[in-house]
């Protein structure tokens, strides 16, 4: 499926052959007008030939999304195609967004009309093409009918005939084919299969993420699809956590992305009615919510994430906690071969001595962050990482004002929430957390779903997954 990259294969076409392509081409429209194309490990630089000298332009190759060749129907010379994607200003924009940019030419090399000539110019360009393009990808598309749906087709999919997994939705249906690749009885080779997303849900804040990761600024909308759409083109991957999530029905689910508590919980899902307005639906469940506060009570415990996160928790913890869970998986064998918690114990035990518990017990919202981002314009935890093996946990605790909530939200747009010194916001490091709610009615999402009301645990799992980040 992958063409190697031309400076790693040593592919020559002239001087400096090994770690450079060389070339002549002329434009593909006339032929008129020759260039000299150099092709480096990073740029593809376009020389034009002419009586006075200047600069060649350098095109950046981590900006092209693919190249192809292809023969000419009426002169069967043979052209060079690529693809990029370069950041640009966009009329009255503060900030930079991606712009096609098709650059064609044709093949300078053997002008005679035989076709043995003809065979010989196509096979040159399509080398070139080869060794400019980073991937190229099989495609076949399904698409879900109902609720978990995903998760079935996973559980049951031949991932030997695909090289990726690409969701077009919001969160909750990658939340669904994260599950299903852990439910397979291959599940830690299935879990190998990169999985990418593009934009196409109200939440969108993975895609959000993706790019943020770029080191580019942020968007939204359109700008943020062809980003996501131009990262999936690179088709370069991360390792990504998996938090792995108990709830008080012996049920366990696998996230990546968040879980939420209290505000947030109640309008990620009280605003689901709302969906046909799409991301709009966030800002009015937050007024409403806003308007009619609630606090919630429950106990909130966690285990600290040190710099070095393999030695959070010591070797006599760790025996205590396997024995505990080959107890819990007795009547369940298949969960002896899935992640061992060796951080957790059973949710009727009191968290381990090495835990933090915290002191308040009235909150307004408890947030565990995986991700970056709550939303597509949600830059809650600026920095974490797809694999940074950490739990981001936000808390706010009862008492804060209305306004101070509204300069938090807003603050949160930019991801300075943190800057504001607000007493009442809480972040904190954690490999492990312990949530168990007192006020019911409640809701606690995971992910974006919400999930049954009740205690729960969790415990993060570093670099499981493989997610296409560019």
């Given at each position: 499926m992958d063409e190697p990259h031309a400076s790693r294969q040593g592919l020559g076409n002239g001087p400096g052959a090994g770690a450079h392509m060389h070339g002549l081409f002329t434009d593909a429209e006339t032929g008129q007008v020759t260039y000299c194309?150099?092709?480096?490990?990073?740029?593809?630089?376009?020389?034009?030939?002419?009586y006075s000298p200047s600069s060649p332009e350098r095109l950046d190759l981590r900006d092209c999304a693919g190249?192809?060749?292809?023969q000419g129907e009426s002169d069967r010379s043979a052209y060079l195609c690529a693809y990029f994607y370069p950041y640009r200003h966009r009329w009255m924009s503060s900030s930079p967004v991606r712009h096609r940019d098709e650059r064609r030419f044709r093949l300078v090399l053997n002008a005679d009309d035989e076709n043995d000539d003809a065979q010989a110019n196509l096979r040159e360009a399509e080398r070139w093409a080869r060794a400019i393009r980073d991937n190229s990808a099989r495609c076949?598309?399904?698409?879900?009918?109902?609720?978990?749906?995903?998760?079935?087709?996973?559980?049951?999919?031949?991932?030997?005939?695909?090289?990726?997994?690409v969701i077009l939705s919001g969160d909750g249906l990658l939340f669904e084919v994260v599950n299903g690749l852990m439910d397979r009885q291959d599940w830690e080779k299935a879990i190998q299969t990169p999985v990418g997303i593009l934009p196409g849900g109200s939440g969108n804040a993975l895609a959000a993420s993706v790019h943020h990761y770029t080191r580019k600024p942020q968007v939204w909308g359109e700008d943020l699809l062809v980003s996501c759409g131009f990262v999936l083109c690179k088709g370069l991957t991360s390792k990504l956590d998996l938090i792995s999530v108990h709830l008080s029905s012996g049920v366990r689910l696998f996230?990546?992305?968040?879980i939420a508590w209290g505000f947030v919980a109640d309008v990620d899902i009280e605003s689901e009615q709302l969906r046909h307005i799409g991301p709009f639906r966030f800002i009015v469940g937050t007024l409403v919510r806003l308007a009619s506060l609630r606090t919630y009570r429950g106990k909130l415990a966690f285990l600290p994430a040190t710099d070095n996160l393999e030695t959070d928790v010591s070797?006599?913890?760790?025996?205590?906690?396997?024995?505990s869970s080959n107890k819990s998986s007795e009547h369940n064998?298949?969960?002896?071969?899935?992640?061992v918690d060796h951080l957790l114990v059973p949710?009727?035990?009191?968290?381990p001595q090495s835990w933090t518990v915290v002191e308040e017990q009235e909150f307004v919202l408890v947030v565990a962050m995986f991700q970056s981002y709550l939303g597509e314009d949600w830059l809650v935890a600026p920095s974490a990482c797809t694999d940074d093996g950490v739990i981001h946990l936000f808390y706010m605790t009862a008492g804060i004002s209305r306004p101070a909530m509204l300069r938090l939200f807003r603050a949160m747009q930019s991801g300075t929430h943190m800057e504001c010194g607000c007493p009442h916001l809480v972040y904190r490091r954690a490999r492990a957390l312990r949530l168990e709610p007192e006020t019911r009615p409640?809701?606690?999402?995971?992910d974006g779903e919400q999930v049954e009301y009740g205690p729960l645990q969790a415990q993060a799992h570093r670099g499981v997954a493989r997610l296409i980040t560019g």
């Open positions: 194309l150099e092709l480096t490990d990073g740029w593809l630089a376009v020389q034009r030939i002419t190249s192809r060749a292809y076949a598309g399904h698409a879900s009918e109902r609720q978990n749906h995903a998760r079935e087709m996973m559980r049951n999919a031949d991932l030997t005939q695909c090289d990726a997994i996230s990546f992305l968040s070797q006599a913890q760790q025996t205590h906690n396997n024995r064998p298949s969960e002896q071969k899935r992640l949710l009727d035990q009191p968290v409640g809701i606690i999402t995971v």
